[in-house]
């Protein structure tokens, strides 16, 4: 009880002065000028979702602001462009966040309140607010297709036997398809992802965990093979599997930068641990000229 008598604005006076802050009290009342007698001054819902955003947002001017040669999502690559229509200066916004593309589009099943997410380019979210899985192909002499830097991709949504999102995408004579959707029944569903890949040349077909999805940074720490090769398991709790085991396996956290980076060769290793938040690998799975390849996953 003796937590209702503690002087709550003072305290918190004291710490905004001392950190050199706008004191927030004083701020709220500047607030309640403009507003009528009758009026609310700021809905409560807004403020705990504003509060959430602006959070999200700091965490993303730090990881995206200094790492922009990862593969980020289709927001990121557009909205950090400076010649692309969709750019947002940064020279005095505290905070990153997702103003430009919040167009992603969700799968799932009836009476089932659990159903990731599609944003504009094929990367999913399989999880609430969680990390992301995306595909990109690697052609041996060095062309690459990575659907978020591509100017256009085709992208459609299908009612044939499930609610699902395909994306197709080409680049110098490199394919990559991708359709998501929910298996199940409202009591265990699973987001299925099925990839194809093509090239006119050797290469090889990548599918990658990432730290992020549409709304910015999601933090993996833990990334470890399942027993065979077959999967990843995220973060300790997380399991993603493959119908096939793959060809090669590519770790990395975040002092050591992107996965991307290293790959094809990456670093063969079970596991990875990133303190920051920021690990990330990929399944490589090779491709013969002019010959599709296709992976499940789930």
Known sequence: MWLKWLPWRWVVRQAAREQGVIDPFALLSRFQNFAQPSDVIVPAELLRSGITLHARGLMNSQAIQHNLDWIWPYWVERQFNPHDAAFIPRAFSITHINLTHRNWTAVGIPDCGKYPIVDPRGLVTPLFDGWSIDAWVLAQ????????????????????????????????????????????????????????????????????????????????????LLSERRGWLINKKFHVYFDKPPDRYGFSYYRHGDVYRSLPLGEEKGEVYCNVGMATAAALFKLEANVPRTVMLQ
């Open 141 to 224: 002499d060095g062309r690459v297709l990575v659907p978020s830097r591509l100017a256009s991709v085709s992208q459609t949504l299908s009612t044939d036997r499930n609610l699902s999102v395909h994306t197709e995408s080409h680049k110098d004579g490199l394919f990559l398809n991708s359709r998501v959707e929910v298996i199940g029944n409202k009591d265990c569903p699973q987001c299925w992802m099925n990839v194809s890949g093509l090239a006119d040349a050797a290469g090889w077909l990548a599918v990658s965990v990432r730290p992020y999805n549409p709304e910015g940074v999601s933090f993996i720490h833990d990334i470890a």
